[in-house]
């Protein structure tokens, strides 16, 4: 059996005791020792964006971040979002929009996006395609998940 | 099973790394991560070196601007510090992928790396950036331009570390990068690192060959000439004598080789155009 | 008002939020990947390194005593069967021979992922090994080593004339072209080439297989159709339909990719053979490597004119690289020379071609169907010979376009067409002015996709409460068939969409549907829905009739679900209808309907045809698309500025989703177009990852795309609709092509429009000048 550590890791603002491998990455911690399955492997290699999580306020790939180095960092997926206005402006934008097609992307998408509106008062429709560029999606060709962002932006202003 | 060893000290990880000949640094995990996901690396231990407070941060020195080797992409591209002559450095890091990616890779990371077509290596090359490289036998200095030895092989000795990579101080100088790629931060096709200094010009070109090219005897010869067409081919040419491209799935040889007169044009007009305005 | 504000009656036209977009808004959607069996292992294969070898033997001995091993499949343990939906040619795993460098040659099932991989590496094949056929024209060469020896005995669907490496040849002609060519003032030439692209569906392949004690088999998988995965695993394990069950979680994207098998036939052997369930998820560099792409094409194309530009013959020659497994290629070959003429009227017209095997891996579906590579040729000679007749782009094909009423190539009818005023509309909107003043480059080309083909089914039910359960078997891959099955059903009923729910495709109790490709579910499915929703409302109407004691043409339907008596006040809810069916007469209240499109494709009178692998095809879309480029010439970088993509899709019954399959495929043909190729390095592939094999980004798109949806109802089509999935990938290339023709004056016959071939071309013209 592949030996397991027991690690610390504080997700979505709860500490919780891990086993999983040491070396495991944190998108195979997630899903094969937490049950977090809202992080997905496209390509495992960075460059797809579907496995993206935040770590201390910042979007990175899960896939390429070892969990072991995760310990006493803040770690937030989709699920820790809920209570929050703009991702829940953006959810019901994207959803409206026509930005969701097969969905693989789409959890990296909200995080990418949100993190972007929380930390810009002024976004740019520039500045959204910018922040998204790292989310590849083959479906929708991208218009309406840039379109719900920016409407998500419009009404988190008011 | 790769264990992990999380030195706080560059003196620890050296002597890790001395005494585990399969160990290996991890910077952002940017690559290394990626590369041992797809099965092309196995190390017995990865020495993490993202708890090393030297390693980190960006600071104005004596020497100029000392970059830690642990500076994810993301404070480079947002550093103030980095204007004028200095300003290419800051474009290409934030040229280099997308945010994420950016918040995880480091400028020590990719040198090391020295992967042809990255971004850094020829914006450092264009500003005389010095390599500090630490080692079991002390710390000693590299400049960039002589750093890559080879296709992915610089002067990293065995054991030894890029602890910190040092530009001169920013002057008041127009400067630019430029990438050719096939989409928004791909690799490059072909690169143009380019610093205008009243009468002469500064050029670095990647993806052209192993490592980044430029040539400081052409630039002199061109120095006073700027606005003569001829010499500024007559300077590509010497720039293209020296590279070394391949063909590859991003372009051919062939055609990286007609790339480099013709963004040392460009990138000189478009300076010429800053400098009007 | 928000689209999920309960809306009364008239659910058709209406752009609703999918069905499922609020469980992937809380990333809560499980796809293959998610799904965990109790018991479960997990599996991994070693792929061939070779091209072309026979296997002398296995050593497995070392892998089996690796930690976490349970068992090992190699093409011991699967019989003869071979599946193929046109030629019969493949088995669950490589048996007794090799034909490409990736092609799955064993696979281990064991307790984590990371162990099964690493098992595989333990696995020593001894080959021996054969020489490589890497090009069509080396396939057909004489002496060429023979990919399949057994050829002549395999099972083939149509007359594909297959022998040697030759998979597959079709001619289809119409009029006279060998003596028009004397009638033409005008003729232009050349010879194209089109690259391999990589699907790159978000989600790789994956398959997770259970065996139940009686040994029948439940098997979930990454597909475009539950019916194809069944077939297709019965076929090449020999197993009864009736032991296989076919389900389906949510799919992430597919494009053709997953429409016939990937791993599903191996993942089922494993467990099998391990006697617990498997699963296994094949990684990115897995799903470029073993899978299937875009076929790459040779075209050699002419086509000939009156001075006025009148149109009078095209002779279009492909040349198909099949893979080493036939695949879908037969019905992709046959299909592109079927649209090779493009929506003109040519009278003379001839379209042949051949189809070889070569040691590459399948080329097989994907988004277009061949339709992309013969319109990157045909709509540039288009806009030659308009140029040669000295009329724009536009008039040249005003002047020669197909309309409504006429027949298409070989012999299907033409029933509605919206080309016209799609033309008309990019026209128009692409002449406005760029914003910033600079001078566009428009390139223009027009195109046509079929929908149709082939059996599906529709089983509506009215539960207890009088909501309704609609189950197709069509798998929705994002794309939104569900909802839009859901709407046609429910403007049927007459009821607010949220009383319709969909099942999700499982071979036990889904009527059977041939799949989610070809542009089909809408159109077609969407028939058999409406077909039985109707059968369902005949017998509400019927017992209302009786319940309200009146005739059933004094009955109307009402807001919120209800029967009324015209006139009256009186009405029933659905529900009372639906418990008085239940307990007391008649019986639950069902209505099925099953169907197959049956217009012939050929008619004799009209053309010859022989190798045609679509006896019954479908009917028509039509689209105009205008791309407005910038071309750097210092790199030959190309960027989209604006496109215009109009298509006629009969009735949108969901405009949002059309609009996003316009803009998605749009994007997809443009990465297609500029940039996206597949590239071998010898037998290997050498870009078989995302850092090497770009697609665009959210950068990499023009913010003005806009997709225009025009109506021109089809007769025989769920309230007029027709498909709307391919149509906005085909006239990409040939647009960007003739844009880039536009703003360099070079002419570019291979894709992709890299810069580097852009430049090229921005060069050999200061040559000439």
């Given at each position: 059996m592949?030996?397991?550590?027991?690690?610390?890791?504080?997700?979505?603002?709860e500490?919780t005791?891990v086993?999983?491998?040491?070396d495991?990455?944190l998108l195979?911690?997630?899903?094969e020792?937490?049950g977090v399955?809202?992080v997905?492997?496209?390509?495992n290699?960075?460059v797809?964006?579907?496995?993206?999580v935040?770590l201390?306020?910042?979007?990175?790939?899960?896939?390429l971040?070892?969990?072991?180095?995760c310990?006493?960092h803040?770690?937030?997926?989709?699920e820790?979002?809920?209570?929050?206005d703009?991702?829940a402006s953006?959810?019901?934008?994207?959803?409206?929009?026509?930005?969701?097609?097969?969905?693989?992307?789409?959890?990296?998408?909200?995080?990418?996006?949100?993190?972007?509106?929380?930390?810009?008062?002024?976004?740019t429709?520039?500045?959204?395609?910018s922040a998204?560029?790292?989310n590849?999606?083959?479906c929708?060709g991208?218009?309406?998940?840039?379109?719900a962002v920016?409407d998500?932006?419009v009404?988190?202003?008011? | 099973?790769t264990e992990?060893?999380?030195?706080?000290s560059?003196?620890?990880?050296?002597?890790?790394?001395?005494?585990?000949?399969?160990?290996?640094?991890?910077?952002?995990?940017?690559?290394?991560?990626?590369?041992?996901?797809?099965?092309?690396?196995?190390?017995?231990?990865f020495v993490?070196?993202?708890?090393?407070g030297?390693?980190?941060?960006?600071?104005?020195?004596?020497e100029?601007?000392?970059i830690?080797?642990?500076?994810?992409?993301?404070?480079?591209?947002?550093?103030d510090?980095?204007t004028?002559s200095?300003a290419?450095?800051?474009?290409?890091a934030g040229?280099?992928a997308?945010?994420?990616?950016?918040?995880?890779?480091?400028m020590?990371?990719a040198?090391?790396?020295?992967d042809?077509?990255?971004?850094?290596l020829?914006?450092?090359?264009c500003v005389?950036?010095?390599?500090?490289l630490?080692?079991?036998?002390?710390?000693?200095?590299v400049?960039?331009?002589t750093?890559?030895q080879?296709?992915?092989?610089t002067?990293l000795d065995e054991?030894?570390?890029?602890?910190?990579i040092?530009l001169p101080?920013p002057?008041?100088?127009?400067?630019?990068?430029?990438?050719?790629?096939r989409v928004?931060?791909?690799?490059a096709t072909?690169s143009c690192?380019?610093?205008?200094d009243?009468d002469?010009?500064r050029?670095?070109?990647g993806?052209c060959?192993?490592?980044?090219?430029?040539?400081?005897?052409?630039e002199?010869?061109?120095?006073?000439?700027?606005a003569?067409p001829?010499a500024?081919t007559?300077?590509a040419g010497?720039l293209?004598a020296?590279a070394?491209p391949?063909?590859?799935?991003?372009?051919?040889?062939?055609?990286?080789?007609?790339?480099?007169?013709?963004?040392?044009?460009a990138?000189?007009?478009q300076?010429?155009?800053a400098?009007?305005a | 008002m928000t689209?999920?504000t309960?809306?009364?009656?008239?659910?058709?036209?209406?752009s609703?939020?999918?069905?499922d977009n609020?469980?992937?808004?809380e990333?809560?959607a499980?796809?293959i990947?998610?799904?965990?069996?109790?018991?479960?292992l997990?599996?991994?294969?070693l792929?061939?390194?070779?091209?072309h070898?026979?296997?002398?033997?296995?050593k497995?001995?070392?892998?089996?005593a690796?930690?976490?091993v349970?068992?090992?499949?190699t093409?011991?343990?699967?019989?003869?069967?071979?599946?193929?939906?046109f030629?019969?040619?493949?088995?669950?795993?490589a048996?007794?021979?090799?034909?490409y460098?990736?092609?799955?040659?064993?696979a281990?099932?064991?307790?984590?992922?990371?162990?099964?991989?690493?098992?595989?590496r333990?696995?020593?094949?001894?080959?021996?090994?054969l020489?490589?056929i890497?090009?069509?024209?080396?396939?057909l060469?004489?002496g060429?080593?023979?990919?399949?020896?057994?050829?002549a005995t395999?099972?083939?669907?149509?007359?594909?004339?297959?022998?040697?490496n030759?998979?597959?040849?079709?001619v289809?002609?119409e009029?006279?072209?060998?003596?028009?060519?004397?009638?033409?003032?005008?003729?232009?030439?050349?010879e194209?080439?089109?690259?391999?692209?990589?699907?790159?569906?978000m989600?790789p392949c994956?398959a997770l297989?259970?065996v139940d004690?009686?040994?029948?088999?439940t098997?979930?998988?990454a597909?475009?159709?539950v019916?194809r995965?069944?077939?297709?695993?019965?076929?090449?394990?020999?197993l009864?339909?009736?032991k296989l069950?076919?389900?389906?979680?949510?799919?992430?994207?597919?494009?053709?990719?997953?429409?016939?098998?990937?791993?599903?036939?191996?993942?089922?052997a494993?467990?099998?053979?391990?006697k617990?369930?498997?699963?296994?998820?094949l990684?990115?560099?897995?799903d470029?490597?073993?899978v299937?792409a875009r076929?790459?094409?040779?075209?050699r194309?002419?086509?000939?004119?009156?001075?006025d530009?009148?149109l009078v013959?095209?002779?279009?020659?492909v040349?198909?690289?099949c893979?080493?497994?036939?695949?879908?290629s037969?019905g992709?070959?046959?299909?592109?020379?079927l649209?090779?003429?493009?929506?003109?009227r040519?009278?003379n017209?001839?379209?042949?071609g051949?189809?070889?095997?070569?040691?590459?891996?399948?080329?097989?579906?994907?988004?277009?169907?061949?339709?992309?590579?013969?319109?990157?040729a045909?709509e540039q000679?288009?806009?030659?010979?308009?140029?040669?007749a000295?009329?724009?782009?536009?008039e040249?094909?005003?002047r020669?376009?197909?309309?409504?009423g006429?027949?298409?190539?070989v012999?299907?009818?033409v029933?509605?067409?919206g080309?016209?005023?799609?033309?008309d509309?990019?026209?128009?909107?692409s002449?406005?002015?760029?914003?910033?003043g600079?001078?566009?480059n428009?390139?223009?080309a027009?195109?046509?996709?079929?929908s149709?083909l082939?059996?599906?089914?529709?089983?509506v039910?009215?539960?207890?409460?009088g909501?309704?359960?609609?189950?197709?078997?069509?798998?929705?891959i994002?794309q939104?068939?569900?909802?839009?099955l859901?709407?046609?059903?429910a403007?049927k009923?007459?009821v607010?969409?949220?009383?319709?729910?969909?099942?999700?495709p499982?071979?036990?109790g889904?009527p059977?549907n041939?799949?989610t490709?070809?542009s089909?579910?809408t159109?077609?499915?969407?028939?058999?829905?409406q077909?039985?929703?109707?059968?369902?409302?005949?017998q509400v109407?019927r017992?209302a009739?009786?319940?309200?004691?009146?005739?059933?043409?004094e009955l109307?339907?009402?807001d919120?679900?209800?029967v009324?008596?015209?006139?009256s006040?009186t009405?029933?809810?659905?529900?009372a209808i639906?418990?008085?069916a239940?307990?007391?007469?008649?019986g639950p209240?069902v209505?099925s309907?099953?169907?197959?499109?049956?217009?012939?494709t050929?008619?004799p009178?009209?053309?010859?045809a022989?190798?045609?692998?679509?006896?019954?095809?479908?009917?028509?879309s039509?689209?105009?698309?205008a791309?407005d480029?910038d071309?750097?010439?210092?790199?030959?970088?190309?960027e989209?500025?604006e496109?215009?993509?109009?298509?006629?899709?009969?009735?949108?019954?969901n405009?949002?989703l059309v609009?996003?399959?316009l803009?998605?495929?749009?994007v997809?043909?443009m990465?297609?177009?500029?940039?996206e190729?597949?590239?071998?390095?010898g037998p290997?592939?050498a870009n078989?990852?995302?850092?090497d094999y770009?697609?665009?980004?959210?950068?990499?798109?023009?913010?003005a795309?806009h997709a225009?949806?025009?109506?021109d109802?089809?007769?025989?089509?769920?309230?007029?609709?027709k498909?709307?999935?391919?149509?906005?990938?085909?006239?990409v290339?040939?647009?960007i092509?003739n844009?880039?023709h536009?703003?360099?004056?070079?002419?570019?016959?291979?894709?992709p429009?890299s810069?580097?071939?852009v430049?090229?071309?921005i060069?050999s013209?200061?040559?000439?000048a």
């Open positions: 592949t030996k397991k550590t027991l690690l610390t890791l504080t997700l979505n603002g500490e005791d086993a999983t491998p040491m495991a990455t195979e911690t997630l899903r020792d937490m399955l809202s997905k492997r496209g390509c290699q960075g797809c964006g579907s496995c993206t935040i201390d306020g910042e979007p990175v790939r899960s896939c971040t070892l969990s072991a180095r310990k006493g803040d770690l937030r997926t989709i820790g979002y809920e209570a929050d703009i991702m953006l959810k019901q934008h994207l959803t409206q929009s026509g930005g969701i097609q097969c969905g693989f992307c789409t959890s990296g998408v909200l995080l990418s996006a949100q993190t972007y509106l929380a930390e810009n008062p002024h976004p429709r520039d500045g959204v395609k998204l560029s790292g590849l999606c083959r929708t991208y218009r309406t998940i840039v379109d920016c998500a932006a009404e988190v202003a008011r | 099973m992990i060893y999380t030195p706080k560059i003196q620890e990880a050296i002597s890790f790394l001395a005494a585990h000949p399969d160990a290996r640094p991890l910077a952002g995990g940017a690559t290394l991560i990626a590369m041992r996901n797809a099965g092309l690396i196995e190390a017995s231990h993490s070196l993202s708890e090393i030297e390693l980190q941060g960006i600071a104005k020195t004596g100029g601007i000392r830690g080797a642990m500076t994810r992409h993301r404070e480079t591209a947002e550093c510090l980095l004028g200095l290419v450095v800051r474009q290409a040229m280099i997308n945010r994420p990616v950016r918040n995880m890779g480091t020590g990371g040198v090391s790396n020295a042809p077509a990255a971004d850094y020829p914006a450092l090359a005389d950036a010095v390599v500090t630490a080692g079991p036998d002390g710390q000693r200095d400049p960039v331009r750093f890559v080879d296709w992915y092989e002067a054991g030894e570390i890029v602890i910190a040092t101080a002057r008041n100088e127009l400067s630019l990068y430029r990438k050719v790629a928004t931060g791909d690799y072909a690192a380019i610093a205008m009243g002469t010009i050029v670095a070109i993806a060959g192993p490592g980044p090219i430029r040539d400081t005897e052409a002199e010869t061109l120095r006073g000439h700027l003569n001829e500024v007559a300077f010497q293209a020296l070394d391949i063909d590859d799935v991003r372009g051919s040889a062939e055609y990286r080789l007609a790339l480099i007169p013709r963004l040392i044009h990138g000189l007009r300076m010429k155009l400098e009007v | 689209d999920q309960p809306f009364v009656g008239g659910a058709v036209g209406k609703f939020a999918k069905l609020a469980e992937k808004a990333g809560k499980l796809y990947a998610d799904l965990y069996r109790p018991g479960m997990h599996g991994a294969i792929p061939s390194p070779l091209p070898a026979r296997i002398k033997g296995y497995l001995d070392a892998a089996l690796a930690p976490g349970v068992a090992i499949v093409g011991d343990d699967v019989g003869d069967g071979r599946m193929g939906a030629i019969k040619d493949e088995h669950a795993i048996k007794g021979k090799v034909l460098v990736g092609e799955p040659v064993a281990v099932a064991a307790k984590t992922e990371a162990q099964a991989r690493a098992a595989c333990l696995i020593e094949v001894d080959y021996e090994e020489p490589a890497l090009s069509p024209e080396d396939g060469a004489d060429a080593p023979i990919l399949h020896e057994n050829l395999y099972f083939k669907v149509f007359d594909a004339g297959s022998q040697g030759l998979a597959a040849r079709t289809l002609e009029g006279d072209v060998a003596s028009a060519w004397d009638d033409c003032d005008i003729i232009v030439e050349g194209f080439t089109t690259q391999a692209q990589a699907h790159v569906a989600e994956g297989a259970e004690a009686a040994g029948r088999v098997l979930w998988s597909n475009q159709s019916f995965v069944q077939a297709n695993v019965s076929e090449s394990l020999s009864p339909m009736s069950r076919c389900l389906t979680p949510r799919v992430g994207g597919g494009f053709g990719n997953k429409m016939e098998p990937h791993i599903q036939p191996i993942t089922v494993l467990a099998l053979k391990a617990r369930p498997v699963k296994l998820i990684s990115r560099e897995e470029f490597e073993m299937r076929h790459p094409y040779k075209i194309m002419k086509t000939g004119a009156k001075k530009g009148t013959a095209r002779e279009c020659e040349l198909l690289d893979g080493a497994f036939a695949d879908d037969p992709v070959l046959g299909y592109s020379l649209m090779c003429g493009g929506p003109y040519i009278p017209l001839k379209a042949h051949k189809l070889v095997y070569t040691n590459k891996l399948r080329f097989g579906a994907y988004r277009g169907f061949g339709n992309p590579q013969v319109t990157f045909g000679q288009i806009d030659e010979v308009a140029e040669r000295c009329l724009n782009p536009i040249m094909r005003r020669n376009m197909l309309h409504a006429d027949g298409w190539f012999g299907p009818e029933a509605s067409s080309l016209a005023e799609c033309l509309i990019v026209e128009k909107r002449a406005q002015a760029r914003a910033d600079t001078k566009r428009l390139g223009f027009i195109t046509a996709h079929i149709g082939l059996g599906t089914g529709a089983i039910r009215m539960l207890e409460d909501s309704i359960s609609l189950n197709t078997g069509a798998t929705d994002g939104g068939s569900d909802t839009v859901a709407q046609i059903c403007e009923m007459n607010p969409l949220d009383m319709v729910s969909v099942a999700s499982d071979t036990d889904s059977y041939w799949g490709t070809a089909r579910v159109y077609t499915t969407g028939r058999a829905v077909a039985a929703a109707g059968k369902v409302l005949d109407l017992h009739a009786e319940m309200l004691a009146c005739d059933e043409d109307e339907l009402r919120g679900a209800r009324g008596k015209i006139g006040n009405d029933l809810p659905y529900s639906s418990a008085r239940h307990w007391a007469v008649g209240i209505g309907e099953t169907l197959v499109f049956e217009q012939e050929h008619d009178k009209r053309a010859v022989l190798g045609l692998p679509f006896p019954r095809i479908g009917i028509f039509f689209a105009a698309l791309v480029v071309v750097d010439d210092v790199t030959g970088e190309t989209v500025v496109a215009w993509s109009a298509a006629d899709v009969g009735r949108a019954i405009p949002r609009e996003v399959q803009e998605g495929s749009f997809q043909g990465g297609y177009a500029l940039y190729e597949m590239v071998w390095d290997k592939l078989p990852s995302l850092m770009k697609i665009p980004t959210s950068r990499d798109v023009p913010d795309l225009m949806i025009v109506e109802p089809e007769p025989t089509g769920p309230y007029g609709a498909g709307a999935g391919e149509i906005g990938l085909n006239a290339p040939a647009a092509a844009a880039v536009a703003a360099t004056g070079f002419r570019h016959r291979h894709l429009l810069s580097e071939r430049l090229n071309g060069l013209q200061e040559d000439v």
